[in-house]
């Protein structure tokens, strides 16, 4: 009977789940009541959404520290209390004022903003958006947003975000060069830009364009002595340093993640959806830089894309759109998708249509409470930053509805960001280096092997694929950094998976 009992025990620590002690950890109270706020500030939603992480990843922190056997009880938890305080708060932030004198001579003043949420890890890294619904709140919730996304994906930098509050087709190209040039010397004599300080990038309504006026600022300014200059931001033209395949990169990450999940058995069973893409429907809400890339790719595995909603239209087709003729139709419509001629303009009750993947890549809080109630979609995936409010998380929950969070759907971009800062700290294109010799490597793999066969008096010509002609001169860098992003969103979507399982 005791080897019995034995046994059970045995087996019972073996097979079932380690137990961790559990501290009854409080979220602020000033922080409460955003879980039922039908509009919640969006830095403390950010905000709740970390304290309410902490409460599930703390107790594993301290069963990790145990390993130090010189700490103390008291001390793991203290040290453990102290690291999530500091990863709880942003470092420093950055508010400026700047004149602008307009095209019709009347001046105006422009207001800029940038935070740097950690520099635990340098650079931080972070975009620059132009829209007059930016401000200080803001950048520091993306911030921290960033912080935490590149350290879901590895990626070895801080968080930082920054912005300037105008809307950008109220001014002309001339003006918003000048706001922009002005902006990175704000940055640059408070210390705010550079390739080991902090790294911006595109976001909204910025592109690379932007990004060539900074960098042209920078090196002729604070950075005429630095050889590292060009790495001050990422999302440049590939003329002024930047990479292949960083404009569609935060869609592709999106696309990644949403193939890793719907393949995944154990997920699909969870939700009642047979794994695959086959057969599947899509709407897709913003069709800017993000949601066209996913829709793109979504549609080429085979997914219906059914609706775009927009800004200014809501275009429904049962049958599906093309989604490349959409892009191309919109990018020759001053950035409208306006009077779109193969689909019906529609009201903005498309979001609520039955579908089974729901990309939402416009701004901050656009699944709120009432949206969330009314979605009739299996999975969503967070294209934009901060797309969900804690109410409508719990809808979700209660929906059974598999949301894709943004720190790992959209990290796409920074992933490749990071990709383009080793290739202007490297100073040297991805593949440059060794085209030829795999070239000439394979070539004369083919000659050895023809010369074999005639040596056996087989008559035979030895000629390459398609395929293995296309890769016998080695990676060039959009295979690389392609082959690169899917390697990264892979890994961490398969380490969030075991860690949601677990």
Known sequence: MFVKTHKINL???????????VRRYEIPEHLRAIVDDPDPSFYRMVEYFYHNAVKVCEPSLEEYLKKYTHLSDKKRKQRVSGILKVMGSCNSSLQFEFPLQRKNGEYEMIHGYRSQHSVHRLPCKGGIRFSDQVNLEEVKALAALMTYKCACSNIPFGG??????????????????????????ELAKKNYIGAGIDVPAPD??????????????????????????????????????????RVEATGRGVFMTISNFI?????????????????KTAIIQGYGNVGSFAAIYLQQHGVKVIGVLEADCNLHKPEGLNTVELLQYKQKNKGSAKGYPNAKDVGPDLLYENCDILVVAAMEKTLSQQVAAKLNCKIIGEGANGPTTPAADVILRDKKVLVIP??????????????????????VSFGKLSIKFWRDSNTALLDSVEKSLKAANIDAKMG???????????????????????????????VRQLSFVG
Not at 160 to 185: C, D, F
Request: proline share 4%; net charge positive; glycine share 10%.
């Open 464 to 494: 390459p694929t398609p395929l293995f002609k296309s890769l016998m001169s080695g990676a060039n860098e959009e295979h690389i950094v392609n082959s690169g992003l899917e390697y990264s969103m892979t890994n961490a979507c398969k």
């Open 406 to 427: 943004d720190l790992l759907a959209n990290a796409g971009g920074v992933t490749v960001s990071y990709f383009e800062f080793l290739k202007n700290i490297n100073h």
């Open 263 to 279: 393949h995944n058995e154990h997920w699909m069973k969870q939700i009642g959806l047979k794994p695959g893409f086959e057969g």
């Open 11 to 21: 087996l019972n620590k073996l097979f079932n789940p380690v137990r961790l002690s």
């Open 160 to 185: 930082s975000k920054g912005g300037v509050a105008i809307n950008p087709k109220q001014y002309t190209i001339a003006e918003l060069q000048r706001i922009t040039r002005r902006y990175t010397l």
């Open 204 to 245: 909204v309504n910025t592109s690379g364009r932007e990004m060539s006026w900074i960098v042209d600022t920078y090196i002729k300014t604070l950075g005429y002595k630095d050889i590292n200059a060009a790495a001050c931001v990422t999302g440049k033209p590939i003329n002024g340093g930047g990479i292949h395949g």
